[in-house]
């Protein structure tokens, strides 16, 4: 149990950390720093895909639902961030 609330603490850490970070960055840089979280989406879609199959464990169901759901939200951000790259690149294309 106490393993469980640990994990909670930093993912809720991470969430605050996260939306701090992200609510200092100004406009400008908001499409370079979607084009560049694509690599760390990409890592985080290998950490979901090894979360999702885990077998055995402490808490195996646990594990494969919150496996499913960062896969799932890694995926719209990896798919998000190709859909804003490519619109950002198409804006300095000629016409």
Do not use: C, W
């Not at 979280?37 to 402490?58: D, E, W, Y």
């Not at 594990?63 to 960062?70: I, S």
Request: no cysteine.
């Amino acid at each position: 149990m106490e393993g469980l609330i640990m994990l909670l603490t930093v993912f809720v850490l991470a969430i605050y950390v996260g939306f701090e970070v992200i609510t200092k960055v100004p406009p400008t840089l908001h499409t370079p720093l979607m084009s560049g979280s694509n690599a760390i989406s990409g890592i985080s879609i290998v950490g979901a895909l090894l979360a999702a199959g885990m077998i055995g464990g402490t808490y195996p169901d646990l594990a494969k639902v919150l496996g499913m759901v960062a896969l799932i939200f890694a995926t719209i951000n990896v798919v998000g961030g190709f859909l804003v790259t490519g619109r950002m690149l198409k804006m300095f294309q000629k016409r």
